[in-house]
């Protein structure tokens, strides 16, 4: 249970963290600068090249799909346009590094023109190829080649989106940390691995807490729910680290059902209020009016 109580609670207990300055992410794209920090919101619109992507309408059936969509998604205010060519849904089908190029990169391509594009991906090769193709961002779900892809990323003056977790990628189940407090869990984790980029040369780097993936420990819908409902609204307390955070909106059909497509919107107003600088949204034009809303009202 969330109350207002223990909103009040967490403000007085870490509100300190809320001091700790954050250093912007700045990458010039095609339509200008874009800044990833303590300003407004950035939205970061997706399009998956997969077809057993669970979100049905975010899935491109070829390369020259997902460039008609992922330009849709940044004349309706995405400033990011993430591209990925495997699910990372449990059931999902793997796809190997030459099928993931033949398709990412004509993707990359065709969109870079238009939009600052993020590729998501575990595999090095896949990274050379969409760097040298014109993306900007890695958005690194794995770990079994990460100072790999992390020396790439320097290489290219690449930002890196460097996701939670211990196993090689994300399509291999894990466990989210049993503790209640997932925050002091996530502080540890992120601290070696940043230090560590930043020895290797990555000057640019979001993190991303991993509310969006599969863990083999939140099997309950609700629960799930739950736990990411927690870490949204205290994504505040990862400040201390100095970089930006990037949070993966649920759409929770156990609690959603027909109107799922409504869940980020609800989501993003408790990632917004916990601090989040980067969201990583399916349904692009509803999130910016949800974000506009929130601005106008000076609900913060």
């Known amino acids: 249970m969330i109350t207002l109580a223990d909103l009040a609670s967490l403000q007085h207990e870490y509100g300190d963290a809320w001091r700790s300055p954050v250093t912007p992410v700045v990458l010039d794209g095609p339509q200008g600068p874009v800044t990833i920090g303590d300003g407004p919101v950035t939205l970061m619109g997706c399009v998956n090249l997969s077809r057993d992507s669970t979100y049905r309408e975010s899935v491109a059936t070829s390369p020259a799909d997902a460039v008609r969509m992922g330009r849709v998604q940044a004349a309706q205010g995405a400033a990011i346009i993430d591209l990925g060519a495997e699910s990372s849904n449990a059931k999902a089908a793997r796809v190997g590094p030459d099928a993931q190029i033949a398709t990412l990169v004509p993707a990359v391509e065709g969109l870079a023109e238009h939009a600052l594009v993020s590729v998501e991906t575990y595999e090095p090769r896949v990274v050379t190829a969409c760097l040298q193709a014109g993306a900007r961002i ?163």
């Open 138 to 300: 890695l958005n690194m779900t794995g770990r079994e080649h990460e100072e790999e892809m992390l020396t790439l990323a320097a290489e290219h003056d690449a930002a890196v989106v460097m996701c939670f977790g211990e196993v090689a990628n994300v399509r291999e189940a894990s466990d989210v940390p049993p503790q209640a407090d997932p925050i002091p869990v996530l502080l540890e984790h992120f601290a070696v691995r940043l230090e560590r980029a930043r020895a290797l040369g990555v000057d640019k780097v979001i993190i991303d807490p991993g509310m969006g993936f599969h863990y083999g420990n939140l099997l309950d819908p609700v629960g799930r729910a739950r736990h990411q409902t927690r870490v949204l609204s205290q994504t505040f307390r990862l400040r201390p680290l100095g970089v930006p955070v990037c949070n993966v909106l649920p759409h929770t059909y156990d609690l959603f059902g027909d109107e799922f497509r409504k869940a980020e919107g609800f989501y993003a107003v408790l990632a917004s209020l916990g601090g989040a600088q980067l969201l990583r949204v399916h349904e692009v034009p509803h999130l910016r009016v949800v974000l506009a809303a929130l601005s106008a009202l000076e609900v913060r």
